[in-house]
């Protein structure tokens, strides 16, 4: 039986995408066959396949840190903002249609097949990894969730979620996050990962264990900010695209530097994250 994971935040911006690189890079360098999935993802920064498909960048790196060659239904959902509300839509790397944001949320759940049989393709690899979007928690959109704890109960995926310490209120967001999953999905919850930490972990020990006491779920890791040049696919932050990677070569192809990448964002999760933790949990029944 496959066995799957999904990395979940606490809101965008947390560290989703580049962990869940990091984890698909960690376990396929530990010689399993393993792929990522993102069911619906919101980036301009698409990356256009050799078959002329166009999936989000993140996936095309999750996909590349696995040593696989990107594939349209890795991210069969594909949305692109274009302003005054409306949203590209791309179905399984195709255009598809606009819609205005009230729309989509409105119709979004005709799409459920669609992302059932995208993920089906991936039943031959032993490990999946998906990542959520935004915050699972959003309640007034959360009907026909396609991306968060709605996929884990479509595919039956065991859930960690994600938190960014460096924009403050890190205890406060976990807490509420959980606070506000239902009864089946805190079931789903088996670990809790801080992200983007500057300074001495010994100074977070206290809240940690309060932290553990109060929600019952276990902090698996404290990873530490460091800047890893891979492309971003948050479109409002434009902080990384490929012209600026290419400026830091340094003689080196585009693909040797971001080979290296991925070898640093191994190296920061193998060291910071309990991946013994990740294992047994995809290993629970």
Do not use: W
Not at 114 to 132: A, M, P, Q, T
Not at 146 to 168: C, Q, T, Y
Request: a neutral charge; one cysteine or more.
């Amino acid at each position: 039986m496959q066995k799957k994971l999904i990395i979940l935040g606490t809101s965008s911006g947390v560290g989703k995408s580049i962990l869940t690189t990091g984890i698909c890079r960690v376990i396929y360098k530990d010689g399993h066959k393993v792929a990522p999935f993102k069911a619906q993802n919101m980036s301009r920064n698409s990356f256009t396949l050799e078959n002329g498909l166009e999936i989000s960048i993140a996936q095309v790196l999750q996909a590349q840190a696995c040593n696989l060659e990107p594939k349209e239904y890795m991210n069969p959902l594909l949305l692109k903002p274009l302003g005054r509300n409306m949203i590209d839509i791309f179905l399984n790397g195709k255009h598809f249609c606009d819609m205005n944001g009230k729309e989509y949320t409105k119709n979004k759940g005709q799409f459920k097949k669609d992302v059932l049989k995208s993920f089906d393709k991936l039943r031959d690899f032993e490990v999946c990894i998906l990542e959520g979007a935004g915050s699972p928690v959003e309640i007034n959109i959360k009907a026909n969730d396609l991306v968060n704890m709605g996929i884990a109960e479509m595919v039956d995926s065991k859930a960690i979620l994600v938190a960014d310490i460096d924009r403050g209120g890190v205890f406060a967001s976990i807490v509420g996050t959980i606070a506000l999953l239902e009864p089946k999905e805190k079931k789903r919850l088996k670990g809790i990962i801080i992200n983007k930490f500057r300074g001495d972990k010994d100074i977070l020990i206290p809240g940690i264990e309060k932290l553990e006491k109060i929600t019952g779920v276990k902090v698996l890791g404290i990873i530490p900010y460091e800047e890893i040049d891979l492309e971003e696919e948050d479109s409002l932050n434009d902080k990384k695209d490929r012209k600026y990677i290419e400026k830091k070569l340094d003689g080196k192809t585009y693909e040797e530097y971001k080979e290296e990448q991925f070898d640093r964002l191994e190296e920061l999760v193998r060291k910071n994250l309990n991946m013994d933790e990740i294992y047994k949990i995809l290993g629970e029944e």
